[in-house]
């Protein structure tokens, strides 16, 4: 049906701020330690220190995050910084239908179809350039693009031979 997905088939984690730049340790060394929700809805992440992004790891086909709120300040894409014993409660996370998509292909000077590319779309306004509004994606062998679950706004897209993963948000 069209109802609400079931809390238990979504995965959310606190993975570490800076995780990247970490390159030796386990995932649990890291401190990524996914939970799934109670069939109540509620959920609970232990142990945790430094600074973290609170995120969904997991969603139903067709759902997005919409926000992700704590003692009603906006945290979706915000790093918290934990220091060990807190407990903060009142973590909400909205889910909502994912209702955008942008599709298509590339074509060069010549009208030529260009299948080695890869695409990213940031939103037009660079100071609203979250992980959440902002996609980096590559066409399948017949150069064609899928990019879903965008909040809505004004967007920059642009091909590109290669994305620097350490910068392509820029």
Excluded: C
């Amino acid at each position: 049906g069209g109802g609400a997905p079931s809390p238990i088939e979504v995965e959310i984690m606190a993975r570490p701020t800076v995780a990247y730049a970490i390159s030796n340790g386990s995932a649990s060394q890291l401190g990524y330690s996914a939970v799934r929700p109670r069939p109540d809805g509620t959920f609970e992440l232990k142990n945790l220190m430094g600074s973290r992004d609170l995120y969904v790891r997991t969603a139903p086909a067709g759902w997005q995050v919409r926000s992700i709120t704590m003692g009603g300040r906006d945290v979706l894409d915000i790093p918290i910084e934990f220091k060990g014993g807190e407990d903060f409660a009142g973590v909400e996370i909205v889910l909502a239908k994912a209702t955008t998509r942008l599709e298509g292909s590339v074509v060069d000077n010549r009208d030529r179809p260009v299948v080695d590319y890869e695409l990213i779309v940031v939103p037009e306004d660079r100071a609203d350039r979250r992980a959440s509004h902002r996609r980096w994606v590559r066409p399948d062998q017949a150069g064609h693009f899928v990019v879903e679950g965008l909040p809505a706004g004004h967007y920059v897209v642009a091909a590109v031979d290669a994305v620097d993963d350490a910068v392509w948000p820029d």
